[in-house]
């Protein structure tokens, strides 16, 4: 049960918004055994005073237009489904809307599967797993 959230500068259509949302969820599908429907993403749009990142950090020229993607999901993957996941969000941002790879930030937090709960209060993954 991934949580997408992307943050990008201020300006771009709800087009484009669909375009990444398809994107990172088309992604995770085939690359990361993410359910059909298993689908919960926001985006966040900031003015320049508000959003800041290296243009150079790591030997990549990033753009103005650099989308951070940060994903939180359960600790269930091992390194092959990351780096699958990560070239083909980029592959596909790419296609479509037409994101830089160099701008696609991708930042990954793992955490337990106890620590969901998809409403009404209840850990749904400990009820399952207990």
Same mark, same amino acid.
């Given at each position: 049960?991934?949580?997408?959230?992307?943050?990008?500068?201020?300006?771009?259509?709800?087009?484009?918004?669909?375009?990444?949302?398809?994107?990172?969820?088309?992604?995770?599908?085939?690359?990361?055994?993410?359910?059909?429907?298993?689908?919960?993403? !926001?985006?966040?749009?900031?003015?320049?005073?508000?959003?800041?990142?290296?243009? !150079?950090?790591?030997?990549?020229?990033?753009?103005?237009?650099?989308?951070?993607?940060?994903?939180?999901?359960?600790?269930?993957?091992?390194?092959?489904?990351?780096?699958?996941?990560?070239?083909?969000?980029?592959?596909?941002?790419?296609?479509?809307?037409?994101?830089?790879?160099?701008?696609?930030?991708?930042?990954?937090?793992?955490?337990?599967?106890?620590?969901?709960?998809?409403?009404?209060?209840?850990?749904?993954?400990?009820?399952?797993?207990?």
């Amino acid at each position: 049960m991934p949580l997408v959230q992307v943050s990008l500068r201020r300006g771009k259509s709800a087009e484009y918004h669909q375009a990444l949302f398809d994107g990172v969820y088309h992604a995770m599908r085939e690359t990361f055994d993410v359910p059909e429907d298993d689908r919960f993403m !926001t985006i966040t749009e900031h003015d320049s005073s508000t959003f800041s990142v290296s243009p !150079t950090y790591y030997g990549v020229e990033r753009s103005d237009e650099v989308v951070i993607i940060r994903i939180t999901a359960s600790n269930t993957r091992d390194l092959a489904q990351k780096q699958a996941l990560y070239l083909r969000i980029v592959d596909l941002l790419q296609a479509n809307p037409g994101v830089r790879p160099e701008d696609v930030f991708i930042n990954l937090v793992e955490v337990l599967p106890e620590n969901w709960s998809f409403g009404n209060g209840i850990a749904q993954y400990a009820v399952q797993q207990g």
